[in-house]
């Protein structure tokens, strides 16, 4: 439309400015608020953007590759992909306090991402700007942590993390007066797929904190496969549900859904063989904020085919349980 176009030019426009001829550094998670700003810059300064993604091995499945695709085949930025896989593995093992895990991985974030800078410069031409995916309400969120409020100091969110001693970018955030939904229709406009512009919202410390407890190859690699199940068949539901109402996020739509790997095991029967594994929890969630939710209403069918298809096709989980917790009392996830 004129005015998304119009918007995008103005935005543009601003970060031509603000730029000149100078380097830009792009942290790009795989969210819809840096993808945004990776397009943005991308129509702004091509080649003077380096996005990097660091994949700390904490993606729900394929997500690496669908981010690489996007920004190496549909947009012309320089793309540096961070295997940190298994540092991020060593950096947190044995570590099970939630707090714990959150802190470990924001600072590891950093750690890789000023090492590419680093070697970027080695070249001669400094890095100077810094651009990041800061939204309106996070602005407001971080105004409440500054003094003293308490909207933040629940859960520790890692993108505002100071930079350390010597380093400094100056910042560009092109998205700082825009709330979630302008965001999205930005993307779109700027021709992000829907995988990206409609993701559901994903903690920074990923999967982590949907392992309780010490998190390890083995617990990872049931928690992604159990759910990549959950979210195709609830992806399904979800798209029904839009096919008969025309809205995404109409009433008894899930909003956030995903699988959660406590640290028990029970005890199953397969075939003629007693199992003794790993259950899975179901957590899906109605919400238009994430402020309060409610548990998801789900048609029996439909846990039945989740629960049915996470037994049969995952290798570890012999168990499937459903969340029916509100937030409030409790939260959305469950570190
Ligand atoms: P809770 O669990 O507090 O989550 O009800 C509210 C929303 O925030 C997301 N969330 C996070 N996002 N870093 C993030 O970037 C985090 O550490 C984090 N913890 C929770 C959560 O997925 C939900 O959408």
């Known amino acids: 439309t004129w005015t998304m176009d119009s918007i995008i ?71 540096v ?7 991020y593995l060593k950096l947190l093992e044995g570590v099970c306090d939630p707090e714990a895990k959150r802190k470990i991985i924001g600072t590891q974030f950093w750690n890789e991402f000023f ?17 990041q995916g800061t939204i309106y309400p996070d602005i407001i969120e971080s105004g409440a942590r500054k003094t003293g409020g308490k909207a933040s100091t629940i859960k520790s969110h890692h993108n505002l993390i100071p930079f350390p001693e010597g380093v400094h970018f100056d910042l560009i955030e092109p998205l700082d007066h825009f709330f979630k939904d302008e965001v999205r229709a930005l993307g779109t406009a700027l021709g992000l797929p829907d995988h990206i512009v409609h993701r559901q919202p994903f903690p920074g410390p990923g999967l982590a904190i949907r392992i309780i407890g010490a998190v390890d190859a083995e617990k990872l690699e049931i ?50 063989e007693r199992t003794y594994a790993r259950p899975v929890i179901l957590r899906a969630v109605e919400s238009s904020d994430a402020m309060t939710a409610d548990w ?3 048609p029996y069918d439909v846990l039945a085919k989740v629960s049915g298809r996470i037994v049969a096709e995952v290798p570890g989980a012999n168990r499937v349980c459903y969340d029916i917790t509100s937030k409030p009392p409790a939260t959305i996830e469950w570190e």
């Open 9 to 79: 030019e103005d935005s543009v426009a601003a970060i031509r400015e603000q730029v000149g001829s100078d380097r830009v550094i792009l942290g790009l998670s795989g969210g819809v608020d840096s993808s945004v700003v990776a397009a943005l810059c991308a129509r702004a300064i091509g080649k003077q953007l380096t996005c990097v993604f660091v994949n700390h091995g904490l993606l729900r499945k394929n997500e690496p590759e669908e981010v690489e695709e996007v920004f190496t085949k549909q947009f012309d930025v320089d793309f």
């Open 81 to 87: 992909h961070v295997h940190a896989e298994e540092r």
């Open 115 to 131: 090492a590419v800078a680093k070697e970027l410069e080695q070249d001669g031409r400094p890095v100077k700007f810094l651009a």
């Open 223 to 272: 928690l992604k496969n159990a759910d990549a199940i959950v979210r195709e068949e609830l992806d399904a539901y979800n798209q029904k549900l839009f096919e008969e109402t025309g809205e995404r996020n109409s009433e008894h739509a899930c909003w956030q859904y995903f699988a959660v790997l406590p640290d028990i095991k029970s005890v199953g029967v397969m075939g003629d």
């Open 296 to 298: 998801a209403k789900l």
